[in-house]
């Protein structure tokens, strides 16, 4: 279990951070584990979701301990996201949440099987 928190975690730091090739080593590890691919989705969009918010809260002049504040997470979570979407236009985030929320649905409809979707999707990030 310790093993399976760390790597979710150390995908998300991988995805804030844009480095393609530790994404897909640890996504490739995860789905070894057998871990849900829908659990991964779910991770990847609140991820996505907090650095929408994060990127908006920092636009309008807050701290990095206000939007801990507001976001009700402790400060040691804000701060990797603070430092990947501070130098990120807003909307190519949004673009990527855009690109999960359909990946989503296509899982959902049974159109893409949730494995090669969440592959193809760490590709563009």
Known sequence: AD?????????????????????NTTLD?????NVDPNYILAMIARNLRLSVQTKYLLDTGNTEKQI????????FAIYP?????KNINK??????????????????????DPILG???FTLVL
């Open 3 to 23: 093993t399976l928190e760390t790597d979710i975690w150390k995908l998300m730091d991988n995805i804030n951070q844009s480095h393609q090739k530790a994404i």
């Open 29 to 33: 590890k995860l789905l070894e584990y």
């Open 68 to 75: 801990a504040s507001i976001l009700k997470l402790p400060p």
């Open 81 to 85: 996201i603070v430092k990947s979407v």
């Open 91 to 112: 909307d190519r985030i949004l673009l990527q949440y855009k690109k999960l929320s359909n990946l989503d649905y296509e899982i959902k409809t049974g159109r893409i």
């Open 118 to 120: 969440l592959s193809l």
